[in-house]
C-alpha cells in the first residue's frame, strides 16, 4: 500500500466523543508504524432553531435551540496492512460518524 492515502472525517455532537475517538485512532495508527497527519479540527457546524412557546398570542416570548457539529480530519500517510487491519477492528463511540476514504 505505498504511495496511498487514507483521510478519516469523523462527526459529532458531542466535542468529548470526537476527541477521544481522534485519539483511539491516533494511538493505533501510530502503534502500527504509519505516519498521522492532524487531527485537524474543522469548522464547527450551528444550527439554530427558534420556537414560540406560546401558542397563541405573545410574539415576542420565543427560545431558542441549537446544535452543533463538530468535525476532525485525520490522514494516515502510507498506511501498513497491519493499520488497516487494526483500524478495521477499532470498536469507536456510537454518537461519532466515520467516513473513510482511500486515495
Known amino acids: 500500500m505505498q504511495n496511498q492515502k487514507i483521510r478519516i472525517r469523523l462527526k459529532a455532537f458531542d466535542h468529548r466523543l470526537i476527541d477521544s475517538s481522534t485519539l483511539e485512532i491516533v494511538d493505533t495508527a501510530k502503534r502500527t508504524g504509519a505516519q498521522v497527519r492532524g ?60 467516513q473513510i476514504s482511500l486515495s
Open 39 to 98: 487531527p485537524i479540527p474543522l469548522p464547527t457546524r450551528k444550527e439554530r432553531f427558534t420556537v414560540l412557546t406560546s401558542p397563541h398570542v405573545n410574539k415576542d416570548a420565543r427560545d431558542q435551540y441549537e446544535i452543533r457539529t463538530h468535525k476532525r480530519v485525520l490522514d494516515i500517510v502510507d498506511p501498513t496492512e497491519k493499520t488497516v487491519d487494526a483500524l478495521m477492528k477499532l470498536d469507536l463511540a456510537a454518537g461519532v460518524d466515520v
